[in-house]
């Protein structure tokens, strides 16, 4: 059974960045592309940035893709997201997804096997 457990939020102020990291607990990470995704009050579920299995390719919404990366470490079966220059609007509980085994990694996450618990980031102006 998978298990993904969110780190790193918290209350920044704009401008700031904010480092999250998601332990994958269980087998065959590599199998798995993973995505970080956000949900903020009100707003449906969006893809902030996906990885491959073999971080061979990422994707990022055009808007993000100046001030968001997204990384993976396959012998700690780990996955983090480096943001930067944050604001306001980033805020929004942000959460960590392991899509269907073997897949390049969907931007939809009602596709994706397992969710972590999510981890608050609030940015203040």
């Known amino acids: 059974q998978v298990q993904l457990e969110e780190s790193g939020g918290g209350l920044v102020q704009a401008g700031s960045s904010l480092r999250l990291s998601c332990a994958f607990s269980g087998r065959a990470f590599d199998t798995y592309a993973m995505g970080w995704f956000r949900q903020a009050p009100g707003k449906e579920r969006e893809a902030v940035a996906v990885i491959a299995r073999d971080s061979s390719t990422t994707f990022y919404p055009d808007s993000l893709k100046s001030r968001f990366t997204i990384s993976r470490d396959n012998t700690k079966n780990t996955v983090s997201l480096q943001m930067n220059s944050l604001k306001p609007e980033d805020t929004a509980v942000y959460y960590c997804?392991?899509?269907?085994?073997?897949?390049?990694?969907?931007?939809?996450?009602?596709?994706?096997?397992?969710w972590g618990q999510g981890t608050q980031v609030t940015v203040s102006s």
């Open positions: 997804g392991a899509d269907r085994k073997f897949r390049d990694g969907s931007t939809t996450w009602e596709l994706y096997s397992y």
